[in-house]
């Protein structure tokens, strides 16, 4: 099992730029693929951006593609996601997913408590 704790969320004006981080216990982190999520009020939680256990493989969301850059450090136990250009509809609570397998993006077995992201216009 492996817990995620993600941070870097905060208040940011249209057009400025964020990172979370998403710190997982253990010492298996490379066995797992990670992705970030997220979930506007009123809203379903939707994909945003994975990348597989080796870091080579890398999915986005069509409305941030361009924009986002996700990516890992294995020996650090953490994964990134870096946020440009930010736009008030990536205003979300961002969430940090695991599981232990490659694919393409799906069902995730463990989440951390979210990070909350706001951008102002």
């Known amino acids: 099992q492996v817990q995620l704790v993600e941070s870097g969320g905060g208040l940011v004006q249209a057009g400025g730029s964020l990172r979370l981080s998403c710190a997982a216990s253990g010492r298996t982190f490379s066995s797992y693929a990670m992705a970030w999520f997220r979930q506007a009020p009123g809203k379903e939680r939707e994909f945003v951006a994975a990348i597989d256990r080796s870091g080579y493989g890398t999915y986005y969301a069509d409305s941030v593609k361009g924009r986002f850059t996700i990516s890992r450090d294995n020996g650090q136990n953490t994964v990134y996601l870096r946020m440009n250009n930010l736009k008030p509809e990536d205003t979300a609570v961002y969430y940090c997913?695991?599981?232990?397998?490659?694919?393409?993006?799906?069902?995730?077995?463990?989440w951390g408590q979210g990070t909350q992201v706001t951008v102002s216009s």
């Open positions: 997913g695991a599981r232990r397998r490659d694919g393409p993006p799906g069902e995730y077995d463990y």
